[in-house]
């Protein structure tokens, strides 16, 4: 609806009237339209990041396609609006760097335009954080369609989990126990159908967190992309974005502090990715919703992880989907939901689960049964994080848990390629890797690094896992003892910088510490390592340079300053 004139369409401060202006409006988007399209009627965009360069995404104008029967039937007129799209696996330096980028254009093409609702089309990692932050910050009603995850691929009889299988094959390969002609073998194995990444990762676990946050119409995250009733659930989606103009249901009404409540108990209870903290911390931040990296270890602790899925588990996407999905995982910790948080349908969330059933209890785990007993993310403060670090504890080796260890130095992921699998390099299995320079101002973008592979020497002695320390972030779909996102980062001035090889690093989960055992004096008389500072990215005009005059750290949810909070739909002035 109009903010300035309630009852009436947003749209009709273009469409309305016998002006030349609302002429103009009228006449160039015509093309076959009835008149009756631009009176009364919702215009709806649907906001697609379907590319041919995000393979995940690249299904997605079919699914569009079901929204505008959906909106058609419920009166609206659909208008496809292409918004920028990231492929995870294809743009450098990495798509994190354009997350900002995709919400602040995505934002401003839906202020600029005469829309009065958008269906949001994204998938693969970034693009539904990206879609969301853009839809809380302009508050038009909005609903996300998630792409879906793909079909299961296997290689010789093996199921392949995307990117976690990657990870594990590689070290195989550099550890001698897979040749790297049957590792290329298995390249064309490894995405079976259209969709997005099928292990518990980032797009996976974002599609899951949107449904939770009440932004998903109840049950559809997680159908498989080729499954025929994601395009149920986007004509159906298509329709409620007309319904929920006439109830000027928006971002600000569905998206409440209890509804990051119930995205953060679903992030433990599916063991989701640690990228979700950085993306929920955002779009809270585009609400002023007061959401704190402490809230993540509040509530997410002691929330069991009862989904079996790859990487901390065995199955994969389209098991949960065929086991009940995430509303059957939901109905397991109801008890911890918010049950007032509303959906898009208006109705809270905790009211889609009393018919929610789980029909494999292997992959849905019940709570007296779970995979892990606490699935949250551990949040650590200490000397060498004081704004915070994160850590999943489901994701690493019990043992490491409480460690002490030499840090073996990185200043650059350069530097770090160049002298890992170096004979000579003193490093054990006891040692901890200190990696630098990979936060949003130093790389820039915060890229997914901070699981490094381990030193050849010591994968070939049976090393499997050691204690990383990182202020870039890690994949969805890694694993092993990673301490990431630290803040500061060391490009900000953060303590990491400081750090030497052969500091003993202490880690302590339980009691929630990461530190380097140097005196405090010692530390202060340190100047930051040369290397790295020479090492900072410090891009002279575009994008990267307003990126990294402006992004904040990891603690907050790594946006950009001048885009945390809201500026609402309306426009100032008119085009003519
Ligand atoms: Fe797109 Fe994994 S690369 S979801």
New binding site residues.
């Given amino acids: 609806m109009d903010e300035r004139r309630p009852g009436r369409l947003r749209s009709s401060q273009w469409y309305g009237g016998d002006d030349r202006n609302a002429y103009i409006h009228r006449a160039w988007m015509r093309r076959g339209l009835p008149p009756s399209a631009f009176s009364g009627r919702p215009q709806i965009a649907i906001a697609t990041t379907a590319s041919d360069l995000?393979?995940?995404n690249a299904h997605l104008n079919e699914v569009a396609a079901s929204v505008r029967n959906g909106v058609y039937e419920a009166g609206g007129i659909p208008l496809d609006l292409p918004v920028v799209s990231l492929?995870?696996?294809q743009v450098r330096p990495t798509a994190m760097l354009w997350r900002n980028m995709a919400a602040m254009a995505t934002e401003e093409m839906l202020r600029a335009n005469p829309i009065d609702g958008v269906a949001l089309l994204g998938?693969?990692?970034k693009t539904i954080p990206a879609l969301l932050m853009a839809a809380a910050s302009v508050d038009l009603p909005a609903v996300v369609i998630p792409g879906g995850p793909m079909l299961t691929g296997t290689f010789r009889g093996t199921p392949l989990g995307?990117?976690t299988d990657v990870w594990r094959l590689s070290e195989e390969v550099r550890a001698g126990t897979l040749s790297a002609a049957d590792f290329t073998r298995s390249e064309s194995s490894m995405i079976r159908s259209r969709g997005?990444?099928n292990t518990m990762?980032?797009?996976s676990t974002m599609a899951l967190v949107a449904e939770a946050l009440g932004t998903v119409i109840p049950g559809l995250a997680g159908t498989p992309a080729p499954d025929s009733r994601l395009l149920e659930g986007a004509h159906d989606t298509g329709r409620l974005v007309v319904e929920m103009i006439g109830a000027d249901r928006r971002p600000r009404s569905v998206l409440t502090k209890g509804s990051f409540r119930n995205a953060i108990v679903t992030l433990a209870a599916i063991g989701g990715s640690t990228n979700a903290v950085v993306h929920l911390l955002a779009i809270a931040g585009r609400l002023g919703v007061e959401l704190t990296l402490d809230d993540f270890d509040r509530i997410g602790s002691g929330v069991p992880v009862l989904v079996d899925l790859l990487p901390a588990g065995r199955y994969l996407m389209d098991d949960l989907h065929r086991a009940g999905g995430l509303l059957a995982v939901l109905r397991e910790v109801e008890d911890l939901l918010d049950p007032e948080a509303l959906t898009v349908t208006g109705r809270p969330l905790v009211d889609y689960l009393g018919k929610a059933s789980r029909w494999d209890s292997e992959v849905i785990r019940s709570r007296a049964e779970p995979l892990m007993g606490d699935g949250g993310i551990a949040v650590l403060r200490g000397n060498l994080a004081p704004a915070g670090a994160v850590v999943k504890p489901a994701a690493a080796s019990p043992q490491l848990l409480r460690h002490r260890g030499r840090a073996v130095v990185f200043d650059s992921i350069e530097d770090f390629h160049a002298r890992i699998d170096d004979p000579d390099l003193d490093v054990h299995a006891d040692s901890v890797l200190v990696l630098r320079g990979c936060g949003p101002k130093g790389y820039p973008g915060m890229p997914e690094v901070s699981n490094m592979p381990l030193p050849k020497k010591l994968l070939e002695q049976g090393v499997r896992d050691m204690v990383r320390i990182c202020d870039g972030r890690m994949s969805g779909?890694a694993y092993g003892t990673v301490v990431l996102h630290v803040a500061p980062e060391a490009a900000a001035g953060g303590p990491l910088a400081l750090v030497r090889t052969g500091d003993v690093i202490v880690l302590d989960v339980p009691g929630r510490r990461v530190d380097v055992d140097v005196p405090a004096e010692e530390l202060a008389r340190r100047t930051p390592s040369q290397t790295t500072i020479a090492g900072f990215a410090n891009p002279e005009r575009g994008w990267e340079r307003l990126y990294v005059d402006h992004v904040l750290q990891a603690d907050t949810g790594v946006d950009l300053d001048f885009l945390v909070g809201s500026s609402g739909s309306r426009v100032s002035r008119e085009s003519h």
């Fill in positions: 995000t393979p995940c492929g995870e696996t998938g693969c990692d995307c990117g997005h990444c990762g980032t797009a779909t």
